[in-house]
């Protein structure tokens, strides 16, 4: 009888029901549920986001320098084309890492937990997923506010233009690294083998370090291809002030693609997860 009662309260927590003839909460209700339990532990550890930008920042102080005069990077300042594919590659870091936290969580068995609550199975990648905006907002105001007493010049409703169009994309690169991790079940190194394996020539291919424009044809091509490169050029122009560039509707529309796709992709493996 004391089991039964308590698997009561338990779906009463969870889905905010009272008794058997209470509606289930909606898809929304979970999301949001999944969505706080996901934040929280970032909230009341925000050093976690500064640790994760160790390496963009890294790329910033010793790659953005060399880069002075350098072909393809435009007029003025050189921070002004490298800072916002800096921005995008951390919105890709950190959205690429987080099938981490869900690896930890299938060796502890919590996330088979979560599996047997009443919470819908979409609700628990959707509201992971979400989760993903708020370090990403974290970590390009951090990044912008370092650059500006270095000449960056802030262009604030392009750059709020900006983040919207990688909160997008974060949405669709963080369903992908959950999607990675439940395929990676009980093999963590297929997990970074894999993610490791894209995600550099993902970020190269993009001209995120690098312009591409005097690369040889091959390469360009292969730029062309990756969705990654639209959102790049995108975050440049809008952080630049031109908000009305054609660029800056390629790069919501690849934004909105990569998040299709790894909703899409992510739903049905959570669906199917044991």
């Not at 979400?130 to 000449?151: N, S, W």
């Amino acid at each position: 009888m004391s089991t039964t009662v308590a698997a009561r309260e338990t779906n009463t927590a969870l889905t905010g029901t009272a008794g058997p003839n209470r509606r289930r909460p909606s898809l929304l209700h979970d999301t949001g549920t999944v969505f706080v339990r996901e934040l929280l532990p970032v909230l009341r550890n925000p050093f976690s986001v500064v640790f994760t930008m160790v390496q963009p920042l890294v790329f910033l102080g010793l790659f953005g320098p060399l880069l002075s005069d350098f072909p393809g990077t435009g007029e003025g300042s050189a921070l002004q084309w490298f800072v916002p594919g800096i921005v995008v590659m951390s919105c890709l870091f950190s959205g690429a890492f987080t099938g981490s936290n869900l690896l930890f969580e299938l060796q502890t068995g919590s996330h088979e937990r979560m599996l047997v609550t009443p919470l819908r199975r979409s609700a628990l990648l959707i509201g992971r997923a979400l989760k993903e905006i708020v370090p990403m907002v974290m970590q390009t105001v951090i990044i912008v506010a370092v650059c500006m007493p270095f000449g960056f010049e802030l262009h604030l409703a392009g750059a709020a233009l900006a983040v919207l169009i990688l909160a997008v994309m974060a949405v669709g690169i963080g369903a992908l690294s959950y999607s990675l991790a439940l395929a990676s079940k009980d093999q963590d190194w297929l997990f970074w083998t894999i993610q490791q394996t894209l995600l550099f020539p993902f970020l190269l291919l993009a001209g995120i370090l690098l312009p591409l424009d005097n690369g040889p044809g091959w390469l360009r091509t292969l730029g062309d291809i990756n969705p990654l490169t639209y959102v790049v050029d995108a975050c440049r122009l809008l952080f630049n002030g031109e908000i009305a560039a054609a660029g800056v509707l390629q790069g919501a529309g690849a934004a909105a693609f990569l998040a299709a796709l790894g909703l899409l992709v992510g739903i049905r493996s959570m669906r199917h997860s044991t």
